[in-house]
């Protein structure tokens, strides 16, 4: 079992930058290959990136490439997402996943454990 929390939403301005962490409860953190996603109000769960068990490869939705960066910290148990350049299209909750295993995944599918999301609103 692994334990995911979020921190880090908030409110923000367009144009603000944001980071995003996850921690998970469990020391095979570095087993894990890690994702993020986000829901906006009555839209379905979309994937934003991913990154595999050591950080080296790393994958992202195209409506957010050059804005955001995934990285991780496997000594801190930790996974973030740096958002930069915010718009308010970008307000929804924001969800982090372990992967069912060391590598990255793309879908929901790929992912066993989500922590309980934290919510980013961007003022306009």
């Known amino acids: 079992q692994v334990q995911l929390v979020e921190s880090g939403g908030g409110l923000v301005q367009a144009g603000d930058s944001l980071r995003l962490s996850c921690t998970a409860s469990?020391?095979?953190?570095?087993?894990?290959?890690m994702g993020w996603f986000r829901q906006a109000p009555e839209k379905e769960r979309e994937f934003i990136a991913s990154?595999?068990?050591?950080?080296?490869?790393?994958r992202y939705a195209d409506s957010v490439k050059g804005r955001f960066l995934i990285f991780r910290d496997n000594a801190k148990n930790t996974v973030y997402l740096q958002i930069n350049s915010l718009t308010f299209e970008d307000t929804a909750v924001y969800y982090c996943?372990?992967?069912?295993?060391?590598?990255?995944?793309?879908?929901?599918?790929?992912?066993?454990?989500w922590g309980q999301g934290t919510q980013v609103t961007v003022s306009s």
């Open positions: 996943a372990a992967a069912r295993g060391p590598d990255y995944g793309l879908s929901t599918a790929d992912y066993g454990y």
């Open positions: 469990r020391r095979t953190f570095s087993w894990y290959g």
């Open positions: 990154i595999n068990w050591s950080g080296g490869i790393t």
